[in-house]
């Protein structure tokens, strides 16, 4: 079986129309497509679905789901920010818009002296730590995942969105060590956050789509500390261009695998309303 639920269209920071990119997707043989627009409900920047199209979007989507059913099984969703107290990934705040499911995401780093955008382009992370946080990466990374659990802890969601996406910057920048004994404290507490939690955390591909970094996110080191917790993975692209839906899935499923894992974890929708958790065998023989 074949899916990605992180998926993005022109209603946020997306090249092409949600048709043109169930088209595209039913041509590469998916059985399963989510959208997933940018939202930072009930507001928005220049990259986030603005608010009066929040109902356009979800009509289209709903739309697509009928108009392509028997082709093509289509989930309405969102990539919900977490920048409190401004936006929060909840099912519970999104519930007047009934989402099929949401990715819960950190993009942003705020404190009381600005705030900038951890996967932005190198020069807004670079002036980001050093106005924020005095130049110390080490600081600027703990904090990321400290809102990384913050937002697991308080906050009800389906998936966690590239978990370590403040690396996307790091082969430039040098901003922290990896291998450093600090950092892996950090992502094992947020593994166990996460299988607290009870979310999927996605392996996601979008770093390698858009040339960042030659990755996967999670890193192999979080992805088997994902798995020794028990956290159910997801293989998605982030997919901001239709030719990049399956981006380097290979790859994402030989991640898996090498971390432990041997199946990944897709929601469907039910059909009493809802969504359902599938398991799918990594390797079908």
């Known amino acids: ?168 910057r790091n082969n430039i920048l040098h901003f922290f060590d990896e291998s450093a004994g600090w950092y892996q404290k950090e992502i094992r507490a947020t593994a166990e956050a996460a299988a607290r939690a009870g979310v999927i955390a996605e392996i996601n591909t979008g770093g390698i789509a858009r040339g960042a970094l030659d990755d996967v996110y999670p890193s192999a080191m979080f992805l088997k500390l994902l798995y020794q917790a028990g956290v159910p993975v997801m293989i998605n692209s982030d997919a901001h261009h239709a030719q990049d839906l399956d981006c380097a899935f290979d790859r994402a499923r030989q991640c898996a695998a090498d971390a432990g894992y041997r199946e990944t974890v897709c929601l469907r929708r039910a059909p009493g309303g809802g969504t359902i958790r599938q398991s799918i065998p990594l390797y079908q023989h």
């Not at 220049?46 to 059913?69: M, N, S, T, V």
């Not at 999104?94 to 990715?103: E, G, K, M, R, V």
């Open 1 to 168: 079986m074949k899916y990605n639920l992180h998926t993005h269209t022109k209603f946020c920071d997306g090249a092409d129309a949600p048709e043109d990119i169930v088209q595209e997707a039913i041509k590469k043989g998916f059985d399963i497509l989510g959208f997933s627009t940018h939202s930072l409900y009930p507001f928005s920047t220049d990259w986030h679905i603005a608010p009066k199209e929040f109902h356009i979007y979800k009509q289209e989507i709903k739309r697509l789901q009928q108009f392509y059913a028997g082709q093509l099984e289509i989930l309405y969703g969102y990539e919900a920010d977490y920048l409190p107290p401004f936006s929060i990934p909840d099912l519970r705040t999104y519930a007047a818009l009934a989402p099929d499911y949401l990715i819960g995401s950190v993009h942003y780093i705020s404190t009381q002296n600005g705030w900038f955008t951890v996967d932005g382009p190198v020069e807004e992370v670079q002036r980001g730590i050093e106005k924020l946080f005095n130049g110390d990466g080490q600081k600027a990374v703990c904090t990321y995942f400290s809102l990384q659990r913050e937002m697991l802890q308080q906050t009800r969601f389906d998936i966690i969105g590239h978990i370590d996406v403040i690396r996307k």
